[in-house]
């Protein structure tokens, strides 16, 4: 994808996930999420730091030190406590065209933000919201990019190594080795470390994947 095409991706997952967050009763926002400790409400809250002026984010960071994952949660959960849900949902709506990406990253890391929490406040909820294969697609080429390194660790860290990750629902695969075998989806789960659908993975790579985390 060019980038004006991963801009509007990131448009449509962030229209769907204000729509998504719109409709949610009260009471569910407090439901945990995907991301370990974390609730609904943290991780939508998350997804408008990029909306911040550059001005108000650093003293963000500052106040809340630590490693690159002790800082986002930290931060992101003051501005869950700053904001109500109604402002979320309409920071998250004013975003839509919005294509500045984080400081220090790029509008594919918009796509993988964007992807990835659209999972993490909805399938703990089973209320699934769709996302073309080709966009996730994308959003999986970002993270195997990475090589574990880098960007790639504020991901927990799944062992696949040595594994060839092949999607039946898109024409996808990256790896070498035994096949792991899945939907877009389920497979950049596994991916970003999320183990909620692993047992949707198939073939002899999936059975070798699960075997190593549960040694």
Known sequence: MEDTAVWAAVDRRREDIADYLDALPPEEWDH???CEAWTVREVAAHLTLVALPRW???PLFLRYPGSTNRTIRDGSQAVARRLTNGQIVDTIRGMVGLHRP????TCREALVDAVGHTQ???LPLRREVSIPPVEIAEAADRVVGYGGRGNAKVFRTLPADGLRLVADD???AAGEGPDVIGS???LFLMLTGRTVHLDRLS???ADRLRQRINA
């Open 56 to 58: 108000r984010l650093v």
């Open 203 to 205: 073939g002899p790579g």
């Open 184 to 186: 877009m989806r389920d």
């Open 170 to 172: 898109h024409d996808w």
């Open 32 to 34: 945990g999420s995907l």
């Open 102 to 105: 984080f400081p220090g990253l």
């Open 120 to 122: 993490d406040i909805t």
